[in-house]
């Protein structure tokens, strides 16, 4: 009986000795910043050039928002600009709006590398895509024009229309 108490125990301080898994996961940190900024560089104003009409065209009283991409990785991101589809805020209005709008190039800061954007942009709806292929600076214009439907007149008020300007990795 002895003898089986002694191999007993021999077997319980072994496992004992035996050392046990351990396991740590270890946090790796980093920041990334985007190398696309977006700038307002002009806000945009509606014209009322007749009562069912708002409209951001000079020739009317409006003026056209500008929004300003700079790059500073070139073929890492892709602008999408979405002309408006509804107010933000706006008096109760009688009847459903008609929207209508694009986006063009107004400048950009190197001629040579930015030259094809508005010729190879895609057009989706009322969102325009453009591929960023060099770093600098590219100014895109918006046009936008809001009309009631039946042509009734907007109330007076202040109207609120949003350009949704996006820089999207690749």
Known sequence: MFKRLSVLSMILVSIQ??????????PINGTVQSRCVITTDT????????????????????????V????????????????????????????????TGDTTVQTVSDATGMGQYEASKVEL????????TATGSTWFKTSS?????????????NYTALVEAQCIAQ
Do not use: C, H
């Open 17 to 26: 000795l035996v050392p046990t898994a351990q396991s740590a996961e270890v």
């Open 125 to 132: 709806g009322m969102t325009d895509k453009y591929d960023l």
């Open 68 to 99: 300003r991409f700079d790059v500073t990785l070139a073929d890492a991101y892709y602008a999408e600009i979405t002309a408006p589809t509804s107010f933000s805020s706006s008096p109760t209005l009688p009847d459903t709006v008609t929207w």
């Open 145 to 157: 024009v809001a009309t009631m439907g039946g042509n009734k007149a907007f109330p007076g008020g």
């Open 43 to 66: 806000a945009g104003v509606y014209g009322n050039p007749n009562a069912y009409t708002l409209t951001t065209d000079p020739s009317s009283g409006g003026q056209l928002p500008v």
